[in-house]
T-cell receptor, first 109, second 112 residues
Framework: GQNIDQPTEMTATEGAIVQINCTYQ??????LFWYQQHAGEAPTFLSY??LDGLEEKGRFSSFLSRSKGYSYLLLKELQMKDSASYLC??????????WGAGTKLIIKP | NAGVTQTPKFRILKIGQSMTLQCAQD?????MYWYRQDPGMGLKLIYY???????DKGEVPNGYNVSRSTTEDFPLRLELAAPSQTSVYFC???????????FGSGTQLSVL
């Protein structure tokens, strides 16, 4: 079956750096997405990786290794507003989007 | 642009009742989706559409129906509501099958 694994919850300190990992096993691969979801709100797009390597976008970066079935989202200079759930999602070979359960990130002052 | 507009935001149904969740997008997107999100679980695809007049089942279609008569609208119909349908429902759209999704604000549905 198809599966995406990410940690359930992580805690970090304001101003620090945190890395949220995502591992996947899917039938084919057509890209990996990261979304941010604040409590009670809809997911919003953060990043997209289809080739191996690091994509940097301001304080957020996302890395992909297709051979290892692995991605991470790196958040720098953490702010209180970064407290949210971070969802990893993979487009499989049929372009179906498979979602992880999300990682709840708690930022402490 | 309004993006994806989803109504209602909250609804309580009794077992056996029916209702329609409305979804409209003004971005001229061909692809539209209905997801449900349960605590501790990933988003589950209920139904999707690749264009007006075309719909297809997702991972968890039982108990739901959809229609896509126009590019803009993609309503989700619940017939004979059951407690297992208590969830948060999100409508989403994208321009192509590999683009990012734009989500509506969600509907918190409780079936009692």
């Amino acid at each position: 079956g198809q599966n995406i694994d990410q940690p359930t919850e992580m805690t970090a300190t304001e101003g620090a750096i945190v890395q949220i990992n995502c591992t996947y096993q899917t039938s084919g691969f057509n890209g990996l997405f990261w979304y941010q979801q604040h409590a009670g709100e809809a997911p919003t797009f953060l990043s997209y990786n289809v080739l191996d390597g690091l994509e940097e976008k301001g304080r957020f970066s996302s890395f992909l290794s297709r051979s290892k079935g692995y991605s991470y989202l790196l958040l720098k200079e953490l702010q209180m507003k970064d407290s949210a759930s971070y969802l990893c999602a993979v487009k499989d070979g049929n372009y179906q989007l498979i979602w992880g359960a999300g990682t709840k990130l708690i930022i402490k002052p | 642009n309004a993006g994806v507009t989803q109504t209602p935001k909250f609804r309580i149904l009794k077992i056996g009742q029916s209702m329609t969740l409305q979804c409209a997008q003004d971005m001229n997107h061909n692809y539209m989706y209905w997801y449900r999100q349960d605590p501790g679980m990933g988003l589950k695809l209920i139904y999707y559409s690749v264009g007006a007049g075309i719909t297809d089942k997702g991972e968890v279609p039982n108990g739901y129906n959809v229609s896509r008569s126009t590019t803009e609208d993609f309503p989700l119909r619940l017939e004979l509501a059951a407690p297992s349908q208590t969830s948060v429902y999100f409508c989403a759209s994208s321009g192509t099958e590999n683009e990012k999704l734009f989500f509506g604000s969600g509907t918190q549905l409780s079936v009692l």
